[in-house]
């Protein structure tokens, strides 16, 4: 999950060297935080949350098959 996020990611902003994407797993919860640079966020976000819906939807459907909620943080 966590290359398939810094993939998007990078394809999204102007500045793909400044993106760091860390995962966390605690049991079947997984928490993958996507770190941007400033410049960029307005970018990951999109207008009214879209982008950032669209990434998390992409995400939480990959992750069906490992039977595992996973989480997106934008920070």
């Known amino acids: 999950m966590k290359e398939l996020v810094e993939v998007i ?7 793909p060297d400044e993106v760091v994407v860390t995962e966390k797993e605690e049991g079947k919860n997984v928490t993958i935080e996507l770190h941007v640079a400033s410049s960029d966020m307005g970018k990951v976000i999109g207008k009214q949350g879209r982008i950032a819906k669209a990434i998390r ?3 939480k459907a990959a992750s069906v098959n490992d039977n ?3 989480n997106v943080e934008i920070i």
Do not use: E, G, R
């Not at 990611?9 to 500045?15: E, H, I, M, P, T």
């Open 68 to 70: 595992k909620k996973v």
């Open 9 to 15: 990611a990078k394809a999204l902003v102007d500045n």
């Open 57 to 59: 939807a992409v995400v």
